[in-house]
């Protein structure tokens, strides 16, 4: 029913600057909420910043004033900025629609960071 395609992964320098994109398509149903999810080598996945429906959005405290997630309504589009960008920050980065605080929801395939100098 939905499909979610994550792009804009690469290989930066410490410090630097990249911006990931999910293009969400099929059959929306309803309003989701969206977030972007992070898995690093050896390491469990992840909350890196969630945009409910309502309230606040939230931030991992570890890219706090760093990572800002928005979203384009009218293209049915999930960003993730990121800037000033460290090695810790290295990891497969996924996006999703309407999960909980706790996961769920529709998931892209996923699309892999990198952060070395």
């Known amino acids: 029913q939905v499909q979610l395609v994550e792009s804009g992964g690469g290989l930066v320098q410490p410090g630097g600057s990249l911006r990931l994109s999910c293009v969400a398509s099929g059959s929306i149903r309803s309003i989701y909420a969206v977030a972007w999810y992070r898995q690093a080598p050896g390491k469990q996945r992840e909350l890196v910043a969630r945009?409910?429906?309502?309230?606040?959005?939230n931030y991992a405290d570890s890219v706090k004033g760093r990572f800002t997630i928005s979203r384009d309504n009218a293209e049915n589009t999930v960003y993730l900025q990121m800037n000033s960008l460290k090695p810790e920050d290295t990891a497969v980065y996924y996006c999703?629609?309407?999960?909980?605080?706790?996961?769920?929801?529709?998931w892209g395939q996923g699309t892999q960071v990198t952060v070395s100098s």
């Open positions: 945009m409910p429906r309502g309230g606040t959005t």
């Open positions: 999703n629609l309407g999960g909980s605080s706790s996961g769920g929801g529709y």
